[in-house]
């Protein structure tokens, strides 16, 4: 079954964001980074999957790779893939440029997250 996704409009104010750079926006009340990576944008996680490391204290390395600023696991921007071998993975957020605006999606869950 397919993914389905709530989509939020991202205020293009808050969405200033240079090539490497982590920034952190608020969607529907949840905290997101968003980076760009040879001048595309990517939205993942706020926390590491390991220590829970703020991943915009980090910073992205020269492959696309967030780097979590506590171990230095290092994470795909594109996939959440962990690249350093350790096995864990960084969820990422689907990114779609409209044209009144640029949305983030968030996976829908069922009864508690369960279906």
């Known amino acids: 079954m397919a993914k389905q996704y709530s989509w939020y409009k991202i205020d293009a104010e808050n969405l200033v964001?240079?090539?490497?750079?982590i920034i952190v926006v608020e969607v529907n009340g949840k905290m997101i980074c968003c980076t760009r990576y040879q001048?595309?944008?990517?939205?993942?996680a706020?926390?590491?999957?390991?220590?829970?490391?703020?991943?915009?204290?980090?910073?992205?390395?020269?492959?696309?790779?967030a780097v979590c600023?506590?171990?230095?696991?290092r994470f795909n921007v594109k996939n959440g893939y962990n690249?350093?071998?350790?096995?864990?993975?960084?969820?990422?957020?689907?990114?779609?440029?409209?044209?009144d605006g640029v949305y983030i999606g968030i996976e829908k869950s069922g009864l508690f997250g369960w279906l």
């Open 17 to 21: 964001v240079d090539e490497q750079e």
């Open 39 to 44: 001048s595309q944008l990517y939205a993942f």
């Open 46 to 65: 706020y926390k590491c999957p390991h220590a829970s490391g703020i991943m915009a204290d980090g910073f992205i390395d020269n492959d696309g790779n």
């Open 69 to 73: 600023p506590i171990h230095r696991y």
């Open 83 to 99: 690249s350093s071998g350790e096995g864990f993975y960084l969820k990422t957020y689907p990114i779609e440029h409209r044209e």
